[in-house]
């Protein structure tokens, strides 16, 4: 009989022959600096990390274990009837897909060219930011790079996301200080794209078959992406939620708190597709949605009145 990972198996097959593009041209003094960083890794780290492959699903699925812990017995169930992975894709950021196989498999699966845009965009900004966390980058001495420089750059990995779907843009390693900055702000970013998708599962929105759509000829269906805006705001409310829980038991963290990283990552949505489409609802709109299911209309307009992509949202958060 298949299983959830035979189903997540045949998709990857699906996608085999999607084009992979280089993320910009190879730096030997990057991949000597990641060769010395490994090397210098604690042994427990080194232990923990020794069978780690980034070819394969270890970082989805080590957000997965992020959220089980936080599960209620009805959400646990629904899960184990679900395979989680990444794949790259040049046409969906994330799905979650039903078999049609008359098994009801379920697979979420996140594009690994969106990881790694979240990933080098989110470095980018912490540079411009404070270009005294960049330890490395590829494209110039840091002691000549500006925070221009930083931002310009990031525009460009935008507008080559846009044209390509791949990540391809300049390569920086951070500091030590630079690097828990961007990764705590990055994981719950990458927590949110996977929770989306498990509150579409939450949801039943699968259960419809008005919400589905084939998916390109495989065996499988997937949400018809925003066939309907609701379906879209209440499965980033349910996100919200679960990361919130997420942030209060592992790191005893308000979600007000975490907001910020998710306003920051429908930013960088916002740039790849600025315009409400049928494919998804505004990014503000979104953004809209979770501050008034948590905090009522009357902060969401407060937000709004000030809203634009530079503002200071962390600020305005911490008042609340």
């Not at 046409?91 to 196989?101: E, T």
């Not at 998708?197 to 084939?214: A, P, S, V, W």
């Not at 592992?250 to 979600?255: A, F, T």
């Not at 530079?310 to 911490?318: A, K, Y």
């Amino acid at each position: 009989m298949s299983t959830p990972k035979d189903f997540l198996d045949r998709l990857k097959l699906h996608f085999r022959f999607e084009p992979i593009i280089e993320g910009g041209l190879r730096s030997e003094e990057f991949s000597k600096i990641t060769k010395y960083e490994f090397e210098n890794f604690e042994n427990n780290l080194k232990e923990k990390l020794k069978n780690y492959n980034v070819e394969g699903d270890d970082i989805v699925d080590n957000l997965v274990q992020d959220v089980l812990p936080i599960l209620t017995l009805a959400e646990q169930e629904l899960v184990k009837n679900v395979a989680f992975g990444k794949i790259y894709n040049t046409k969906i950021n994330a799905f979650c897909a039903k078999s049609q196989d008359g098994l009801d498999h379920y697979c979420i699966v996140i594009n690994e060219g969106l990881l790694m845009l979240l990933h080098k965009y989110g470095k980018l900004l912490a540079a411009q930011g404070n270009p005294k966390i960049v330890a490395f980058c590829n494209r110039e001495d840091i002691s000549k790079i500006k925070s221009k420089d930083y931002s310009n750059w990031a525009n460009e990995l935008i507008a080559n996301y846009k044209i390509y779907k791949a990540p391809v843009g300049a390569m920086l390693k951070l500091t030590t200080e630079g690097n828990m900055q961007h990764g705590f702000i990055l994981h719950f970013q990458e927590l949110f794209v996977l929770c989306h998708e498990l509150g579409h599962l939450f949801n039943k929105d699968l259960e419809d078959k008005r919400n589905l759509t084939n998916l390109m000829d495989s065996d499988a269906e997937i949400i018809e992406e925003n066939k309907h805006y609701e379906i879209e705001y209440k499965a980033d409310s349910y996100a919200f939620e679960l990361i919130s829980r997420i942030a209060q038991k592992k790191y005893k963290m308000e979600k007000k708190n975490i907001l910020p990283f998710v306003v920051i990552l429908f930013d960088i949505m916002a740039l790849i597709n600025p315009n409400q489409t049928n494919k998804h609802p505004a990014a503000i709109d979104r953004i809209m949605n979770i501050i008034r299911d948590n905090w009522g209309q009357k902060i969401a307009d407060e937000y709004l009145k000030t809203y634009n992509p530079n503002f200071d949202s962390f600020g305005f958060f911490n008042k609340l």
